[in-house]
């Protein structure tokens, strides 16, 4: 697999996505805004048992997040991992378009084509592209909607290809937002975007029982529950220490406690000590996590820095239930405040509204030279997602938060992705009319062969294109270079991104 899951979080979790208020949109292609800019948001996860070459099966997991656009339709970003069998490491990232309606007895029916980039695992996934059309009918259960769900996957150039019948649980939300560049009245109560409170920048070693240090980059996106208890979405990847490719993608719980508290009894302003514990689907690299679940359990300690910063330190333990991998980890985080939310703290009600802006879209890649173990040099194209976002509100807005992932789709290293984020000196946001920038990039990239020794890589990027309202359209150029490998080719990027705001506290 590849290491690009370490940025899944840097798209579907910082918080921006494809909604804009009618009066910004392009008459060419309109996202209606509803309920005063907000669109409807359902969060979907499903699992089924695919039947792969040779007899064998392997469990499937799935998640997505879908923006309701109007007349039924959903779409939105979504990823697949293996979760049982011996598959462990097999990882899917892409976007799902599906039409939902009313069925009998209170039921509703969908029909969605999921489409994607991926593979891992010494699975034959050919180039990496990954479809997945299917049919679901669901029931109202508790807090969200419970059903079954018909598909097929498969990999066209590979030899995959399975029918099977599983399971599916959504839970529908709202997604609020304005036009990038301003800040409505509003109560201000309420979370905006993707519900997403603070987001971390982490880097870390795994030191294996078996001897093998490896070093990782990733990220983790917290909503706040209540004062001192947070639900986490995480993503890390190796790169350093020869386990390239590996990857892993986890849900979790953690509490805080302040060591003191303030005058005022909230202990806002004081060093916190915590726990927290993940569980999720992990592999590739030659670790060996059997079937890809694995479990994770850690005490944090954090500082909260000026202009929304916060530091973090973590060590814990991380055991792989279905396979040998058992690991102690340390782990250094820079972390962002995005909201300080009303829902989860009335004491927050008293802040002032602010705004932040963000870029959300569909990136499509091509390495005309990638290079490979064997010694070979082939063209590989790739599809992905991207952001960007002002680095903070309180410093120039040129400078910003840039980062994605691409998986391959194209070409002959199907289980190859990237994982990267860095800075750019851009466009503001909300500017209309001619955009560019320069990016650099850094991360973790591996998997389908590519020769990127460790996983380590840098990409440098020039970008220029054109806003109309909430729309951007940009042409990239640039270089991708491994720190250790053979790797170093062209990079030609195109994208489709949109512009939206989002009010916090």
């Known amino acids: 697999m590849t290491a690009a899951m370490s940025a899944a979080l840097a798209t579907a979790l910082l918080l921006a996505a494809p ?55 959903h779409v939105g970003p979504v990823v697949f991992g293996a979760a049982t069998g011996q598959r462990g490491g097999l990882f899917v990232i892409g976007g799902e378009a599906l039409w939902r309606t009313n069925g009998p007895w209170g039921s509703r029916l969908e029909a969605g084509l999921a489409v994607g980039g991926g593979g891992g695992a010494a699975l034959p996934v050919g180039s ?30 590979g030899r995959i290809g399975s029918n099977q019948v599983g399971l599916v649980f959504a839970v529908d939300d709202q997604f609020r937002s304005q036009s990038a560049g301003s800040l409505a009245s509003g109560n201000g109560t309420a979370r905006n975007g ?8 982490n880097v870390g070693q795994y030191r294996a029982t ?55 009894g909230s202990g806002s302003s004081a060093p916190h000590l915590g726990v927290r514990a993940a569980v999720g689907m992990a592999g590739g690299g030659a670790v060996d996590t059997g079937g890809g679940a694995l479990l994770k359990l850690a005490a944090t300690a954090r500082w909260d820095l000026p202009n929304d910063l916060v530091l973090g330190l973590e060590a814990g333990r991380t055991i792989a239930p279905d396979g040998r991998f058992r690991a102690n980890h340390l782990q250094v985080s820079l972390g962002f405040t995005l909201d300080r939310p009303v829902a989860s703290n009335p004491g927050n009600a008293g802040l002032p509204l602010r705004r932040d802006d963000f870029e959300w879209g569909a990136v499509f890649g091509h390495f005309p030279k990638m290079d490979f173990r064997d010694g070979s040099t082939d063209a590989v ?66 998997g389908g062969g590519v020769d990127s020794r460790g996983g380590a890589v840098v990409q440098p990027m020039v970008r220029v294109g054109w806003a109309d309202g909430a729309q951007r359209w940009q042409l990239g150029i640039g270089q991708i270079e491994s720190l250790k490998g053979r790797l170093s080719s062209p990079v030609v990027e195109l994208s489709y991104s949109v512009a939206i705001g989002v009010a916090r506290r």
């Open 210 to 264: 078996t001897g093998a240090h490896y070093g990782y980059g990733g990220l983790r996106a917290d909503h706040w529950l209540s004062p001192g208890t947070y639900f986490a979405l995480e993503a890390a990847a190796a790169a350093q220490g020869g386990s390239d490719g590996y990857a892993e993608l986890l849900v979790g719980l953690g509490k805080e406690w302040p060591l003191w508290r303030s005058a005022d």
């Open 19 to 73: 909604a804009a208020s009618a009066a910004d949109a392009a008459p060419t292609f309109t996202i209606p805004a509803v309920a005063q800019g907000s669109l409807p948001l359902t969060w979907r996860v499903g699992a089924e048992r695919l039947r792969l070459p040779g007899n064998e099966s392997m469990g499937l997991v799935g998640a997505s997040a879908l923006l309701g656009i109007g007349n039924g339709w």
């Open 381 to 446: 194209q790739t599809i992905g997602i991207r952001m960007r976002r002002p680095l903070s509100a309180a410093l120039d807005e040129h400078l910003q938060l840039t980062g994605g992932i691409q998986f391959a789709a194209g070409g002959k290293a199907g289980a190859y992705g990237a994982g990267l984020i860095g800075l750019a000196w851009a466009t503001p946001l909300q500017q209309p009319g001619l955009q560019w920038g320069v990016e650099l990039l850094a991360g973790a990239a591996g």
């Open 194 to 201: 993707f519900g997403f409170d603070r987001l971390w920048l």
């Open 128 to 157: 990496g592209l990954m479809l997945r059309p299917h049919l679901d009918w669901s029931w109202p259960v508790g807090p969200g909607w419970l059903g079954i769900s018909a598909s097929r996957v498969s990999f066209p150039d």
